[in-house]
């Protein structure tokens, strides 16, 4: 692999100064005005040399995650990763029967959902959802409010009930919950919130058991609920894929963060100390979004990290994941127009603003593929303000490219670091046989580019033999049915 400015595919790259324009900015150059191709080439040169992503340093970042994820099964702290139990030790079957709820609750939004399941046969019978947007107020508010809010919501989507959705008489209606915020689990229905995060600062839920908290809240609303499972939305959507493919193993969400979970067998869990699983196996919810062994950064991702609110946490996240991909490249924008006037010598103050550019922006860009870069100008104006002739758009191109290759490159060698562990610890459990890994999140189902990357790196790092029987797939929005599917599946009635 390449490690300098390599032309991408089809595109030509205008580093050297011969074409008609490249003689007119050598002329500019010399007359005093500050040449922008030949300053900053040398940036982009720097920025590709420490994002490569070459073989040999794949493949040290996926034994690091194998070796960081044994870590943290010996012990909690063990390692960056955390590999929380989930104790999700059963996995739907397909032979759940009877309606069943799912809350998410995981950012500004919460979702509820209802499904009848028909068993076997009829599989999924008919779901229905609602989203509802949480005012700001609850997100500073009390916990009590918060809850109550949320438990009103769903007690009027409860209400409408009806048509294919029948509750046999005398039950009490069952709930997975999906709660992405860090948690300690300690069962299936219970778990203490560590901290909120992504913006909620609600008060007094902290050190306490959020499923309490919400059944108290739906008790305060009069609603005949009962949460039966607590899940992150990794869980939710392994839980989810499995139902229609028992070949899943792994669940990995690429959406404005990332995390990824798996089967483990329990008696590879040391810390586990004698809990059981009727099953001897367990999913694990990695949390690798922590990991932080042997990746390649640039000075662009120091410094994102050093202006972050968790300065030195999330490294991982912080190099793959959607919330940050747009705002490395702004960053680098930023230099190129500061120290080579990539867009002419007017500065913008959009470009100065952190997250101005998201990750939706630069995979907009990517997609171009037009001879002048048409839609990456627009993308730069409209977005950042600034006016870009052909050359530059290249530029910001190859920027964009780069970002998002590291990335799917990176979130490939993390899979593999998973598959690899399961594979050592049962020969033959992952390799020689149809694997599937469940996918999710806003990034991967829409940036195309990113998700080649991922699976060169999957095939690269596994070889052609046994990357042919691992089927990386999207489980669009499985997550809400596989918490329902879990409510099912820890059900207290008979099923
Ligand atoms: P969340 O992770 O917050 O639960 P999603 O899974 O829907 O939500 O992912 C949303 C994230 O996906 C956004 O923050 C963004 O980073 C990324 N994303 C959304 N649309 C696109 C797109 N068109 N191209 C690339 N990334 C996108
Ligand atoms: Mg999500």
Known sequence: MSMTASPAAGRSFPMCARSHKS?????????????????FAPILIDLQRDCATPLPLLRHVADSMTADMRAGLVV???????????????????????????????????????VQLGGKEERVVATEFDQVSIPQEFMFGTSEALFDFIASGLAKFVQKEGGKFHLPNGRTREIGFTFSFP???????????????????????????????????????????????????????????????DDVMVAVILGTGTNACYIERVDSIPKLQGQKSTSGRTIVNTEWGAFSNGLPLSKFDRQMDADSINPGEQ????????????????????????????????????LSMPFILGTPHISAMQQDSSKHLEAVGSILYDVVGVDSNVNARKIVWEVCDTIAKRGGRLAGAGIVGILQKMEED??????????????????????????KYLQDAVNELLGSEVSKNIVIEHSKDGSGIGAALLAATNSKYEH
């Open 76 to 114: 909690d702290g063990g390692s960056d990763l955390k590999m929380i139990l989930t104790y999700v030790d059963n996995l739907p079957t397909g032979n759940e029967k009877g309606i069943f709820y799912a809350l998410d609750l995981g950012g500004t939004n919460f979702r509820v959902l209802r």
């Open 315 to 350: 490294i991982f996240e912080k190099t793959i994941s959607g919330m940050y991909l747009g705002e490395i490249v702004r960053r680098v924008l930023v230099n190129m127009a500061e120290a080579a006037d990539l867009f002419g010598e007017h500065a913008s103050t959009k």
């Open 183 to 245: 948690v300690k689990q300690t069962s299936i229905d219970s778990g203490i919130l560590i901290k909120w995060t992504k913006g909620f600062a609600v008060s007094g839920t902290a050190g306490k058991d959020v499923v309490s908290c919400l059944n108290e809240a739906m008790q305060r609303q009069g609603t005949d609920m009962r949460v039966s499972a607590l899940v992150n939305d990794t869980v939710g959507t392994l839980a989810g894929a499995r139902y229609w493919d």
């Open 23 to 39: 003689s007119n900015v050598a002329r500019r150059a010399r007359m005093g005005v500050r040449s922008n191709l030949l300053s």
């Open 426 to 451: 049962s020969k033959g459990t992952i390799y020689g046989k149809r694997t599937v890994v469940a996918m999710d999140g806003g990034l991967y189902e829409h940036y195309p580019h990113y998700r």
